[in-house]
Nanobody, 120 residues
Framework: QVQLVESGGGLVQPGESLRLSCAASGSFFSISVMGWYRQTPGNERELVAYITRGGNAIYMDSVKGRFTISRDNAKNTVNLQMTSLKPEDTAVYYC??????????????WGQGTQVTVSS
């Protein structure tokens, strides 16, 4: 089994920054893609950004230029640096590990979510 533990959420004012972190642990050999999704009440979970094992990153349009995703393959961690935060960034943020190679095959895993609230 693979566990993803997120940290770094909280309450900030518009224009401020936050850094989310996610650490993967458990029985696996490698993780192909690590990403961050977010969800607000009544809406579907949406992709914020993801990064491949080779370092290629993709961002949703509304966060381009403000958010930066990074990962450490040796530590199996992924971070999301969020700057110039806006009230519309308020959501529960989820870490996702995709195409995780485990002794039993390839699977996807989700973290438990961390709340980010941007409000004055």
């Amino acid at each position: 089994q693979v566990q993803l533990v997120e940290s770094g959420g909280g309450l900030v004012q518009p224009g401020e920054s936050l850094r989310l972190s996610c650490a993967a642990s458990g029985s696996f050999f490698s993780i192909s893609v690590m990403g961050w999704y977010r969800q607000t009440p009544g809406n579907e979970r949406e992709l914020v950004a993801y990064i491949t094992r080779g370092g290629n990153a993709i961002y949703m349009d509304s966060v381009k230029g403000r958010f930066t995703i990074s990962r450490d393959n040796a530590k199996n961690t992924v971070n999301l640096q969020m700057t110039s935060l806006k009230p519309e960034d308020t959501a529960v943020y989820y870490c996702k590990a995709e195409w995780v190679l485990t002794p039993k095959g390839k699977y996807d895993f989700w973290g438990q979510g961390t709340q980010v609230t941007v409000s004055s």
